[in-house]
């Protein structure tokens, strides 16, 4: 049984072992080592590794996760130093599970072949594994020497580096250039202007599995110093720090010191300094410092440079800025209440400017001074500042001092006292006014509000008016207190005060009333008395002189007999307000004194002073007519003027009487009209009428009243003027053709009224008239005559009119011209015989009769030219008869008056007055004589029936009468080559 026991025991457990190892084989088959590969690890460095197993699938998922383990060649991680290995272990997952092993410094002895494995856990079974190698390894390090080369030789430069594995090394020239062995040799040496070229810093780089270093190498060449550059000439203020550099390189590296004016400066007088650049190893800059620039320290100063290849040298000037002096005393400009303006000269400041300066002042009686800080005025001259918040009426005295960059000046001497104008004066209180007399009020007020900033009390004014008026009066006192006199009696006046302290003056105080006390009225300034029959005496008097404050209450008249003491009282007395009165039922040819008295509530006024006596009239008498003048005459009117005495109006006056007579001829009377005048002292006037132009007149005036015709007329003697106009002047042809003319002429001012100017145009040769009309008045005239006979001479005669008379001259014949005959140019040019082919004279007949006669026989042109002779010898039969009548009739040419043509009936003009719509001008539309005497319709002109009379005029003088020349154009342009026509402002333009 136990055999069998034990037998069965071992087989069960065989039979397990077997099991085992099946699970076990199959699990290895499904478990995957990834190598890692082999590595370098640095000595004295951190490494890591990593062992990372997973399954091939899932078929064992949810079994125990295997164990994994890391050894050592033969041995296990255990045996190493466990201080240095950190061992850590991850599940990722039921597949995957990561083992990492790491040395904090790993060391030579650390290396070899690593082996991760992987046992079933519990079961300890191999189920994979793998190994690799871990070797070792030192960075690279390298070194390598600066050189100095010499120049024209050649300069190596050489770099070592050692390492595990043993690195590659690599020299590089600064401007890429690589040397792989490490040794570079430069040969031929140049010195460069700003050093040697061939001076620079080489990289040396060497490289293993370790890492990489570098290091540098210098090749220094050797030159003589070079100085780039040294501080700029400058001015420097007393007491400030001064700094002076001078930058300068070279090799070997330069050394430099400092001389002033020559002499060289120790670090005892100034501290120097020495800095190297960084960029360039061969620059350095030298430094000078002063920490106080004082005086003397102005000057050169060089810096010299050298090292053993030369020296070098240069200056840098330094000049002295020294404070501005003292300025002179501050004087004001002017004074204002919390203000004074003060200037002075600017004080001499060298090197530099003045850019500040400062203002103090001190009050009087204080030892504190408060500091105001200006900056430098545009004024080139003079400093001009304003110092402000100063408190009114305080006295001020300034000092000034000035700083440029080298500090403050001494301050200036201190100013006088200056004192600021005061405040505005405060108000004064309410004055108080009381009646002292009738005409008289003292006012009082009082300052309450009056401070020491207000100044002192200058003067005073009151201003003071009758209430209810706007009239206003003032007066100015030194005191407070005003007496007002000249006052009107019992009158309320209003009082207002305000006061000046010299320099402002206040506002106007309240206002306060006082009344005047009343008194009885004065008297009446005069009187005067006129008698005004013979039982009335007009009385008037002046102003009152004084109402005594009161309105008057009544008058009072009252008169004395001459010869008597016993004062009348009438028993009628006039209005309060009245300043004459008519005294009645007086006795006739009686001497009266008067006088006038006023009353007011408070009683009875002084009487007026007496009148001068006055007798009543006699009263049978007739009014006097005693002077008379005339003011104004016309040809046929005269305004007079007269005056009558003053009895004259004791009887009412019924009318005036003139008495006009032509001297040598019979009187004629004239009643005039009576009307009161408002003033008896004024004179009464009238207009004579209807008197004739240079005529004598005398003229008597009298008066009549209800006792007859005046006694003692006034008589004026006078003439009337003639009324004639002047002549026309400045008489001139504007234009002549072969049948019509301009005329134009200007009439001066007459002191009669113009109506009109007569024209008569006259053909020379035969003495006939030939035409004649008027034109209205204008200053300037123009007259247009048509119509005339070609190649004939003419002369115009010009008279101006008044509503009076006839000019006496007239305005003279300045011509005597033909008009151009209308005989065609030989040189066949026609347009200016346009008009004449349409002439209708009498040759222009006789030649279109005669080209006629030469187309229709000998016998029809000799019939035409009887008949044309027939008409000439009538014409001129015509023009002989009227030439005979007027050398029978006034002599022909001996110089008398033109004959008065008397024009037959049947040729008398009909004048027709009035506006022609043709051609726009005024006129009179006439029938009127040809050229031959026959009536017919003349152009448009101003007409006339009147009998012409005057003087005969010859041709004009050649001698001075100017050549009239005219072109005529067969438009009908009229060109004038030699006179112009003078502008006017108003003109006439007539054509006949």
């Not at 136990?2 to 084989?25: K, N, Y």
């Not at 599970?97 to 992987?118: D, M, P």
């Not at 300066?357 to 009087?364: F, G, K, L, N, W």
């Amino acid at each position: 049984m136990a055999t069998s026991r034990i037998a069965q025991l071992c087989g069960t457990r065989l039979l397990l072992l077997l099991l085992l190892s099946v699970v076990t084989l199959t699990q290895a088959q499904h478990y995957l080592i990834e190598t890692p590969g082999n590595f370098t690890a640095v000595i004295g460095e951190r490494f890591s590794r990593v062992c990372r197993f997973k399954r091939q699938d899932n078929t064992t998922s949810g079994s125990p996760v295997p164990d994994l383990e890391f050894h050592q060649e033969n041995g296990q991680l255990g045996s190493i130093d466990p201080t240095s290995i950190l061992r850590n272990a991850a599940q990722i997952s039921d597949a995957e599970e990561v083992v990492t092993i790491t040395y904090r410094s790993f060391q030579r002895k650390e290396a070899g072949t690593y082996t991760c494995l992987i046992r079933g856990r519990n079961t300890f079974t191999l189920l994979a594994k793998t190994q690799y190698i871990v070797e070792t390894a030192i960075p690279p390090r390298v070194d390598a020497e600066n050189v100095t080369a010499t120049n024209g030789q050649t300069a190596t430069v050489s770099c070592t580096a050692i390492g595990l594995p043993l690195p590659s090394i690599t020299l590089r020239h600064p401007d890429g250039h690589v040397v792989a062995n490490g040794t570079l040799m430069v040969s031929h040496l140049i010195p460069a202007v700003t050093g040697n070229m061939h001076r620079a810093e080489y990289t040396c780089e060497a490289i293993n599995k370790a890492g990489i270093n570098s290091t540098t190498a210098v090749m220094f060449v050797p030159y003589a110093p070079i100085l780039e550059s040294i501080s700029p000439n400058q001015t420097h203020a007393i007491g400030r720090k001064l700094t002076l550099e001078c930058i300068a390189q070279g090799y070997p590296q330069v050394q430099a010191y400092w001389q002033h004016n020559g002499t060289n400066i120790t670090n005892a007088d100034q501290q120097t300094n020495k800095t190297i650049s960084r960029e360039n190893l061969d620059q350095v800059t030298f430094t000078l410092e002063m920490d106080s620039f004082q005086a003397g320290f102005e000057g050169d100063y060089h810096c010299l440079v050298t090292n053993s290849q030369g020296s070098t040298s240069d200056i840098s000037t330094v000049s002295a800025i020294y404070p501005p002096e003292t300025p002179p005393r501050p004087s004001k400009l002017s004074i204002s209440q919390n203000l004074i303006k003060l200037n002075w000269a600017h004080p001499k400041s060298v090197n530099d400017v003045i850019n500040l300066y400062e203002v103090s002042y001190q009050i009087r009686g204080s030892t504190n001074w408060t500091v105001n800080t200006f900056s430098l005025g545009t004024n080139k001259a003079f400093q001009v500042v304003a110092v402000s918040l100063l408190s009114e009426w305080t006295y001020y005295k300034f000092r000034v001092r000035a700083r440029n960059s080298a500090g403050w000046s001494d301050y200036s001497p201190p100013s006088v006292y200056y004192q600021t104008l005061p405040s505005v004066p405060p108000v004064p209180d309410k004055p108080f006014a009381n009646s002292t007399a009738p005409t008289a009020i003292s006012v009082v007020w009082e300052l309450s509000a009056w401070e020491p900033r207000h100044g002192e009390i200058s003067e005073f004014e009151v201003t003071y008016w009758e209430s209810g008026t706007t009239a206003q009066k003032k007066i100015v006192v030194q005191s407070s207190s005003a007496f007002l006199e000249n006052l009107k009696k019992g009158t309320e006046y209003t009082f207002s005060v305000k006061v000046s302290n010299g320099f402002y003056w206040s506002l106007q105080s309240d206002e306060s009333q006082a009344t005047t006390d009343i008194t009885a009225p004065g008297q009446f300034l005069d009187i005067s008395a006129v008698a005004k029959s013979h039982e009335k005496v007009f009385l008037r008097w002046g102003n009152l002189s004084d109402t005594g404050g009161s309105p008057l209450v009544r008058l009072k008249i009252s008169y004395k007999a001459e010869n008597t003491s016993q004062w009348v009282t009438l028993p009628s007395q006039p209005d309060v307000t009245a300043s004459e009165f008519e005294v009645t039922q007086l006795q006739e040819l009686t001497t009266y004194t008067f006088r006038v008295a006023a009353f007011n509530a408070v009683g009875k006024g002084h009487p007026t002073v007496r009148s001068q006596p006055v007798t009543t009239l006699d009263f049978q008498h007739p009014p006097d007519v005693i002077s008379a003048n005339t003011t104004k005459m016309t040809p046929s009117t005269v305004d007079i003027t007269f005056s009558l005495s003053a009895q004259s109006f004791i009887v009412p006056i019924v009318h005036f009487e003139a008495s006009i007579m032509k001297i040598g001829g019979s009187p004629f009377i004239q009643r005039l009209e009576y009307k009161p005048l408002e003033n008896p002292d004024d004179e009464y006037s009238h207009t004579l009428m209807n008197l004739d132009h240079s005529t004598d007149y005398s003229v008597t005036l009298t008066a009549r009243n209800e006792y007859g015709l005046s006694q003692s007329p006034a008589v004026l003697t006078f003439t009337t003027p003639d009324g004639t106009p002047p002549k026309p002047v400045k008489v001139r042809v504007d234009s002549l053709t072969f049948k019509d003319m301009t005329v134009f002429f200007e009439v001066a001012d007459s002191p009669w009224p113009l109506e009109h100017v007569e024209f008569m145009v006259f053909n020379t040769e035969n003495k006939a008239l030939v035409k004649t009309g008027k034109v209205k008045y204008q200053p300037s005239i123009t007259i247009d005559i048509s119509h005339l006979q070609p190649g004939t001479s003419y002369k115009v005669e010009l008279y101006t009119w008044t509503a009076y008379a006839r000019s006496i001259e007239n305005g003279q014949v300045l011509f005597s011209a033909k008009v151009p005959p209308t005989t065609r140019p030989t040189n066949g040019d026609c347009e200016s015989c346009t008009s004449v082919e349409k002439s209708e004279s009498d040759d222009n007949t006789v030649m279109i009769i005669i080209i006629v006669a030469s187309a229709v026989g000998p016998m029809v042109v000799l019939i035409l030219i009887l008949l044309v002779a027939a008409k000439i010898r009538q014409r001129r039969r015509k023009e002989k008869a009227l030439a005979t009548t007027w050398a029978q009739t006034k002599g022909g040419d001996n110089g008398a008056s033109p004959p008065p043509w008397n024009i037959p009936e049947p040729a008398k003009p009909v004048e027709t007055t009035g506006y022609n719509q043709t051609d726009g001008r005024w006129g009179s539309h006439e029938q009127g004589l040809d050229l031959e005497g026959r009536a017919g319709q003349g152009g448009t002109m101003f007409g006339t029936d009147r009998t012409l009379a005057g003087p005969t005029y010859d041709h004009a003088d050649p001698k001075t009468e100017p050549p009239t020349t005219f072109t005529s154009f067969g438009d009908g342009h009229k060109e004038e080559n030699v006179y112009d026509r003078p502008a006017s402002s108003q003109s006439t333009h007539t054509e006949v």
